[in-house]
């Protein structure tokens, strides 16, 4: 007793780590919502594509910088290589008494030696305040049309994963219908054979089911094929190694807007980019003709000047002075006006995008809808068609193998089988083609 006791453990203790290294070699299960959610974090376009926001950040920035004062420094350095002459006449400063200043002609002189000239101004602009905060605002919706763009190359990778899932989907579908066809083929195939031994069937038509056997395992292969290329896209698409594996979960079968129209149009005027974009440029528009309405605003600034000239005996060293800076263009031959006739025209063109775009939107839903709608109708018809198909299949086969029907039946019903179950992928593919165009159209994150 206790020797088997012993034998039991010792077989668990081994089983136990077989189990669990089993359980870790098994791909893990990708959902569609996880799937998405991997592309959004890791898809290099989408991090490309980010870095216009960040610049469109950065002018927001320099422009906030144009409301402080502007420092402007010159700074001259030179040798005079001659002297400096400064005549000044007899009596230029006028006369104290009957005296005048000065009382002779005189001449100042500066021997040449290194001089230098310093020119310090500061200005802090008032009225030009306002056109610093319509520039700021407008670059404020330049960053929004941005960061837009980035949502619709967001946009752009889930509909790619979505498609990649979806063609996946169905091509596991038609793999696991190949692989019961294999099946069936085998069974007719051992069957044939036995019948061949029996003397009731002739050997060519056992090597008929062979071939017939041979292209459906080919079919198989394909198909697997095909998924691990698909699943090497997918795994690129969401910026994974491409040879890592797993396994796909299903989806759900609808969403509430394939059942509501009215409330697909209604999430796709919410959602949809274009349309997004089409009013940020109406924004654009409006503040461009307001930043140009600002010109006919003079320029007034406070401004602090500090001057230090040549060295020169008798003339001040340096120079201080705090005034009011005013600068106006009175007359510009109605260029102002123009411009201001141009940017109106532009708003007018940027409402008039956006109506079509709107409409264009709502055209693009409907027509989407409509064809979810019949792709899902042909899908259901399909796919009663196979399993009728598969039915009547089995019946036959059971006939062949009590010797009820001929071979040349069987193979009939498998045709039509083969027919059938090729109307029912196809049909698949149409409805997620059509599933993955309407959740595009809808425009939702």
Known sequence: MPRLFFTTALVLLTAVPSLAQGAADAPSVLTLASAIAEAQQNNREIKISNQN???????????????????????????????????????????VGTTPVPNANSVITTSPSASALTFIQVVQPLSKLYDVHLNVALLKVGKQLSQEELRQERQEITNSVKSAYYSLLQSQSALGSARENVQALREVDRTTEEYVQQKAALPYQSTGVKVQLAQAELQVTTLEDTIETQKENLNNLMGRDIREDFRLSGVPDAIPEEQDLELARQTALASRTEIRQAQFKVEQAVFSRRLEKAQYIPEIGVQYLFFSPFTVSGLPSNINSLGISLKWDVFDWGQKRHLMDEKQRNIEQSHLSLTETQSQVVIDVDNRFRKLREARASLKVAQLGEGAEKQKLQVVLEQFKQKATLLSNLQTEQANMAQATAQYQQALSTFWTARADFEKSLGED
């Not at 144009?66 to 030179?78: A, D, E, M």
């Open 53 to 95: 926001v960040l610049y469109a950040n950065d002018e927001i920035l320099a422009a906030r910088t144009q409301r402080y004062p502007h420092f402007n420094v010159q700074i001259s350095g030179s040798y005079l290589l001659t002297a400096v002459h400064v005549h000044i006449p007899e009596g230029v400063f006028g006369k």
